[in-house]
């Protein structure tokens, strides 16, 4: 079956936006993971702040809306893609930099069809003039985020610690003491060395603190470029950006926003269970039974009402019996083909993938939750796995 035109058209010009948002897992931002290891990207910090904002909905400000606030953080740095990261440590003109961001949203947002450029417009815009309890919400979890991921950390890097106090107390955080003063204490605490008294506030941070370990979970896929593998932070992103912009092509009536939350959760368990790769060779009740362990220990860490809460949504998702759970499983199984069309066949090319392989392990599932998306796909992927499989022969 052909796709009427129109779809057709719409499709090419989202997907082309979130082709291109795949860049933003090549921006380097000043901060580094809680391990220390490598200096973090801006693609998986949107991940993170995204997870802050649900975790931390208890402390909303009166007049939040969570979807929009979440929708916010997924897309509030993309202008990061031309016009790069600005680290608080380093001095700059701060008219230069908003010009360059206004430049970038010119060029990237325009590239969705004209409905959804207005949409991310209009949320990217209301985060920067923080005027409404949204964006407030939204703007303070993107300042003091950074901050407790120094001051949470095992171990601190080299003068970060000096940078992140002076944020706090000095810089664009120190509001904090009069704006959410308890998260402002325990920042001031650790900042101090000390070990703050147990909270639901501090079980909160410490949950957001383990998951800064999904950022070092390797996987399969590789980035647009093909020049590495993404990791798992950075794909629950980019998929939570696609249940953003493609809900309307879902088989059935969804709610974005669960899918949205359901999709920035899904790959938590992998901190512990690893990821699985679509066409590898793992044992699945072994791998189901891990993760399902994996789930007991990070939702525990969690307050029981939301870890109760957050844990039913992630098995709603593992369960795939609800029309969100179908569109987000669909979604996870439609990323990662546009990702290796694009680098050139990536992980395709790593497990010799044929059609029939393809479409049982991956078609099946976008089908079953968004018909049109597998159409769109289709003759995508297998073009560029006929190319590879004769390239092999």
């Known amino acids: 079956m052909t796709l009427p035109a129109a779809v ?19 921006v380097l931002r000043h901060n580094v993971l809680m391990d220390l290891s490598r200096a973090e990207n801006v693609a998986e910090h949107s991940w ?38 600005h680290s608080v440590a380093v001095a700059y003109d701060p008219d230069e930099i908003a010009a360059k961001e206004q430049a970038a949203a010119a060029r990237l947002f325009p590239l969705l069809p004209p409905d959804q450029a207005k949409m991310v417009d209009s949320l990217w815009r209301e985060f920067e003039a923080i005027q409404t309890p949204t964006a407030v919400y939204a703007k303070r979890i993107d300042h003091m985020q950074p901050i407790l991921q120094v001051f949470l950390a095992p171990s601190w890097h080299n003068g ?27 920042a001031r605490s650790l900042m101090r060395g000390e070990t703050p008294p147990d909270s639901d506030l501090m079980r909160r941070l410490r949950f957001l603190a383990e998951a800064d370990r999904l950022k070092s979970v390797t996987r399969a896929t590789r980035v647009l ?21 493609l809900g309307e092509h879902a088989k059935r009536p969804v709610r974005t926003d669960r899918v949205v939350q359901m999709l920035i959760l899904h790959d938590l368990v992998e901190i512990d269970a690893g990821d699985a790769p679509v066409f590898g060779t793992s044992d699945a009740a072994a791998t189901q039974d891990a993760e399902q362990a994996a789930a007991d220990r990070l939702f525990g860490l ?25 569109f987000a499983k669909s979604l996870d199984r439609f990323n990662p083909p546009n990702l290796n069309i694009a680098a050139g066949g990536g992980s395709w090319v790593d497990y010799r993938v044929d059609r029939a392989r393809f479409d049982s392990a991956v078609g099946a599932k976008i089908e079953a939750g968004a018909p049109i998306l597998w159409q769109w796909i289709a003759p995508r992927a297998h073009a560029m796995i006929d190319r590879l499989q004769a390239e092999q022969a």
Not at 67 to 85: F, P, Q, S, T, W
């Open 225 to 245: 470029s093909g020049a590495r593998h993404e990791n798992s932070a950075e794909h629950s992103w980019h998929v939570a950006l696609y249940a953003l912009l």
């Open 48 to 85: 993170h702040v995204a997870l802050w904002a649900i975790v931390l909905a208890p402390d909303m400000p009166a007049g939040c809306d969570l979807a929009r606030a979440i929708a916010m953080l997924l897309i509030h740095d993309i202008v990061e893609i031309d016009a790069g990261d």
């Open 160 to 186: 970060h610690p000096e940078i992140a106090g002076h944020t706090l107390t000095q810089g664009r955080a120190k509001r904090m003491a009069q704006d959410w003063p308890e998260l402002d204490r325990i």
């Open 302 to 326: 969690l307050p029981p009402a939301e870890g109760t809460r957050l844990r039913a949504l992630w098995q709603e998702f593992e369960d795939n019996q609800s029309a969100d759970a179908n």
């Open 8 to 26: 057709t058209d719409r499709l090419d010009r989202q997907m082309a936006f979130l082709t291109e948002a795949d860049k933003l897992k090549s």
